[in-house]
């Protein structure tokens, strides 16, 4: 089987998706690419955090973009493009990823997103495979979501910082620990 590029949206959630990878004897490079994420501080932290979890496990980190890009979200035109802006999310992201592969020789992509309960699971699957035909590349799908309290669990044994909203501002603004977050920037 050849190899395969692993986005990863953040340190906790790398780490069941790697796990299970690993154990199947697969090759695989890790990638970062989330410019979804606001503020700048804690885009920093999240990769910092998925270089921690990509070290745990001695698997290469290849990270894309280093800033969140807070002109995307002002954007309105875009946002009609998509029926909601975690479809826009989804899109921007897969889209690099897919394309990245196959530039890169990667036979396969996949994205820890797909570990998540909390994430729409079936419009990531459907996009991502949209994107590996636009490509030319496979997307490797997985449900990962079994995995998903093992992989939290597995994050905080070895210190991984574990965030508490989804990644741009206004999952931010609607998270029940707004005030929370807001001072661990301070
Ligand atoms: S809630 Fe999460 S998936 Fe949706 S737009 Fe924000 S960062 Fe992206």
Known sequence: MGK?????????????PVDLLLTEGRDIDCFWYNPNIQPQFEFDRRHENLQKACDHYNVRLISEGSECMQDYWLSKEYLNEFASRCEMCYDIRMDHVAKFASENGYESFCTTLLVSPYQQHDKIAEISGAKASKYGVKFDYMDFRPGFRQGQDMAREIGLYRQKYCGCIFSLEESKFRDKIYKSFE
């Open 4 to 16: 395969m590029l692993l986005h990863c949206c953040c340190g906790p959630c790398a780490m069941y």
